[in-house]
């Protein structure tokens, strides 16, 4: 069981950066995968990074690689999302999910496989 809560949201201008923070609660949470999906205007849920348990293993959406880090600090139940070089199609609510299940790369952006999710933190890069 684990709750997740995001932070870091905010307006920025395109190019700028942010640092998206997904709080953990739960005893176990070092054994889940965890993801950031996002939520454009009108569009649909799209997997944006995901990092297995251990942190060995990340995947990241094609539109956002090399421009976004996934990374996590198991001591402080703590997953973060860095974003760098953004851009006005990056604006979108951001959410942290959680996995039990997921452990390969092909695996890491099917929402289905997710069993909790945050409730959001809201992106805004402006042009």
């Known amino acids: 069981q684990v709750q997740l809560v995001e932070s870091g949201g905010g307006l920025v201008q395109a190019g700028g950066s942010l640092r998206l923070s997904c709080a953990a609660s739960?005893?176990?949470?070092?054994?889940?995968?965890m993801g950031w999906f996002r939520r454009a205007p009108g569009k649909e849920r799209e997997f944006v990074a995901a990092?297995?348990?251990?942190?060995?293993?990340?995947n990241y959406r094609d539109s956002v690689k090399g421009r976004f880090t996934i990374s996590r600090d198991n001591a402080k139940n703590t997953v973060y999302l860095q974003m760098n070089s953004l851009k006005p199609e990056d604006t979108a609510v951001y959410y942290c999910?959680?996995?039990?299940?997921?452990?390969?790369?092909?695996?890491?952006?099917?929402?289905?496989?997710?069993?909790?999710w945050g409730q959001g933190t809201q992106v805004t890069v402006s042009s």
């Open positions: 739960g005893r176990t949470f070092s054994r889940y995968a």
């Open positions: 999910a959680a996995s039990a299940t997921v452990i390969t790369p092909q695996a890491m952006g099917i929402m289905g496989l997710y069993d909790y």
């Open positions: 990092i297995r348990s251990n942190g060995g293993s990340t």
